[in-house]
């Protein structure tokens, strides 16, 4: 079955810290890729989503590139903010059918100090 | 535009005890997913719904869990009995269309089982 697995936390960096979080899947189709947030105390919210190879995509700075090849979809941001702070999720939908329910990672919890 | 709707928001039970949960979800969108989160996990897809049917119910503990969706709007899951195992927090989420399309999460309700 589908899988993602995403490394494991907490990270913790320094503000204005180069961000990587290393996430890789295992899907039997042509899955569409995405990365959710936690924020503390908040719900899960998209960050941002890939739906074919080669694509990139990004919001608030963050980027991540969906590549075949390696199986990877890697967030990263150039520079990180205090705010950044929370539980990163990187998930892939592999819709058959119409079921295009998400498979999670475990999730990062990313902590930025000042 | 108002969210994802649920309630409650906590829930404490003993084992062997019924429980029951509701979401509302965003206006106008006809797919409703109900995931369970186990703290330390990713989320887990329970069942989707398209408007009033079910498209995938595959990883639903169908001796336990039950959910409906009447009038393809506000969707209720249930478990009865409950077990230890099943403390997580349960979350709701809708979108718009099928696949590509972002899913909204509610806040979840999270379910203590004693």
């Known amino acids: 079955g589908d899988s993602v697995t995403q490394m494991e936390g907490p990270v913790t960096l320094s503000e204005e810290a180069f961000l990587t979080i290393n996430c890789t899947y295992t899907?039997?189709?042509?899955?569409?890729l995405f990365w959710y947030v936690q924020y503390p105390g908040e719900g899960l919210q998209l960050l941002l989503k890939?739906?074919?190879?080669?694509d990139k995509g990004s919001n608030k700075g963050f980027e991540a590139t969906y590549r075949k090849e390696t199986t990877s979809f890697h967030l990263e941001k150039g520079s990180v903010q205090v705010s950044d702070s929370a539980v990163y999720f990187c998930?892939?939908?592999?819709?058959?059918?119409?079921?295009?329910?998400?498979?999670f990672g475990k999730g990062t919890h990313l902590i930025i100090q000042p | 535009e108002a969210g994802v709707a649920q309630s409650p928001r906590y829930k404490i039970i003993e084992k062997r005890q019924s429980v029951a949960f509701w979401c509302n979800p965003i206006?106008?969108?006809?797919?409703l997913y109900w995931y369970q989160q186990i703290l330390g996990q990713g989320p887990k897809l329970l069942i989707q719904?398209?408007?009033?049917?079910?498209?995938?119910d595959s990883q639903l503990p169908k001796d336990r869990f039950s959910a409906e969706r009447l009038k393809g709007v506000d969707s209720t899951l249930k478990i009865q009995p409950a077990k230890l195992e099943d403390s997580a927090v349960y979350l709701c989420?809708?979108?718009?269309?099928?696949?590509?399309?972002?899913?909204?999460f509610g806040p979840g309700t999270r379910l203590t089982v004693l």
């Open positions: 899907a039997t189709g042509y899955p569409s």
């Open positions: 890939a739906t074919k190879a080669d």
């Open positions: 719904f398209q408007n009033n049917g079910v498209v995938d």
């Open positions: 206006s106008g969108h006809a797919t």
């Open positions: 998930a892939l939908s592999d819709s058959g059918g119409g079921a295009d329910g998400l498979t």
């Open positions: 989420a809708s979108s718009s269309r099928g696949a590509y399309n972002e899913q909204f």
